[in-house]
Every structure is written in structure tokens, then in C-alpha cells.
């Protein structure tokens, strides 16, 4: 199965909003509620940002929220702050069929 | 505090083998499936595979891209996740992290032991 399609970067200014998008298929991100975000800076482990599309950990900043429309899900990190800036991965249930876990090929996001 | 704290990483041939381990801690090990995420250098995160619980009677899955070569095991006894690499190839070059995994969402993750696969 293919990985899932990401914008290679995105980039905005402190305290603008920035949208980023993630694309699968009916087979995966439109067929189930369990599309997830990760925040990543090199040499770290990668952040839990938004789990099942839209939902927030304990401890992740209402700036960041989550959505899904169709096959395309959608991460959107309002009021930028510098410490946004990394890489951020979408990740989405492949389905019963492989149980596979597709992850999307990351968007750098870089705050000017 | 959870913690996962993998380890064996290394340099290997193309051909040879590597176990890598994951230590865990802060958490009810047993209850949880466990999975293995790799990135290649320059490149995007790649799901290798999961074992589940006892529950679940341990059962794995594989990426297509290591299926057969790759073998994910736990010591539930010692906290304790496991990778066996067997006929590495250069494309196996990468971190790899190990997470807790609930309905394919990784809510914590080590922070990664590089493998390097080149003669």
C-alpha cells in the first residue's frame, strides 16, 4: 500500500494559522475514524499530536486541532509559535484486510 | 513517567543480522500492543510491524517491506520488546522506534536506535 500524500512543507508567520493536509484513499483515511498527527523534531521521539482525526492528548495545546473530509484529513496549528517549527506525519488505519498502519511521508513546517 | 529506551543498534552488512531491544517502563507492559516505526535517513516514517498482548495471543503483523525477514517478539516478564533483523539490506538503513500502539495510534515512542546496513 502507498503512503499517505503530504505536503512537503508549509510555512507561516508567528501568530498566523497553517493548514496541512493528508490524502489516502476510501481503503484507509475514508474509511476510518482513526487518522492520527505526530510532531517531530530531529533526534527526538515523535509527539502524539491529534488521535481518531480530531481528538487531543492531555497536554497538547488547543492550537492544534484536527479534521476530516472524504479521503483527505487535515491538521491545523492556529497562533504559530516558533517551537511549532519540525516535521509533522499523519498516520491512518489501512484496514482488517492487512491491518497495516500507513503513515504519510511528512510536512516540514518551518515558522519565519 | 512512561519510558522506551531501544538499543543494539549498529553497523551491519548487507546480508547480516541485528537484535534490537526496547526497554519499557512506567506502564503496564503487558497489557498494551507493542510496534516497531523506522525512518530512513532523508525520508518519512515507516510502520514495520506490532505484536499485540497475551489477550491477544501475541500475534504479529509485518509491513510488506520486512515480512519474512523481520521477527517482533516480547519478554512481558523483563518489560521488554524485541527485533529481530535477519537478510539486512542497505534499504533497512534507518531509526528505529519503538511505540505503544492502541487502534493504530502511537501514544508514546522511544527516541530511536540507528542501524546502518553498508559493507
Known amino acids: 500500500q502507498s503512503a499517505l500524500t503530504q505536503p512537503a512543507s508549509v510555512s507561516g508567520s508567528p501568530g498566523q494559522s497553517i493548514t496541512i493536509s493528508c490524502t489516502g484513499t476510501s481503503s484507509d483515511v475514508g474509511s476510518y475514524n482513526l487518522v492520527s498527527w505526530y510532531q517531530h523534531h530531529p533526534g527526538k521521539a515523535p509527539k502524539l499530536m491529534i488521535y481518531?482525526?480530531?481528538k487531543r492528548p492531555s497536554g497538547v495545546s488547543n492550537r492544534f486541532s484536527g479534521s476530516k473530509s472524504g479521503n483527505t484529513a487535515s491538521l491545523t496549528i492556529s497562533g504559530l509559535q516558533a517551537e511549532d517549527e519540525a516535521d509533522y506525519y499523519c498516520?491512518?488505519?489501512?484496514?482488517?484486510?492487512?491491518?497495516?498502519?500507513?503513515f504519510g511521508g511528512g510536512t516540514k513546517l518551518t515558522v519565519l | 513517567e512512561v519510558q522506551l529506551v531501544e538499543s543494539g543498534g549498529g553497523l551491519v552488512q548487507p546480508g547480516g543480522s541485528l537484535r534490537l531491544s526496547c526497554a519499557a517502563s512506567g506502564f503496564t507492559f503487558s497489557d498494551h500492543y507493542m510496534d516497531w516505526v523506522r525512518q530512513a535517513p532523508g525520508k518519512g516514517l515507516e510502520w514495520v510491524g506490532r505484536t499485540r498482548n497475551k489477550a491477544n495471543s501475541y500475534t504479529t503483523e509485518y509491513a510488506a517491506s520486512v515480512k519474512g525477514r523481520f521477527t517482533i517478539s516480547r519478554d512481558d516478564s523483563k518489560n521488554s520488546l524485541y527485533l529481530q533483523m535477519n537478510s539486512l539490506k542497505t534499504e533497512d538503513t534507518a531509526v528505529y522506534y519503538c511505540?505503544?500502539?492502541?487502534?493504530?495510534?502511537?501514544?508514546?515512542w522511544g527516541q530511536g536506535t540507528l542501524v546502518t546496513v553498508s559493507s
Open positions: 481518531e482525526g480530531s
Open positions: 498516520c491512518s488505519y489501512a484496514g482488517s484486510s492487512t491491518f497495516d498502519v500507513l
Open positions: 511505540a505503544i500502539e492502541t487502534a493504530a495510534t502511537f501514544a508514546y
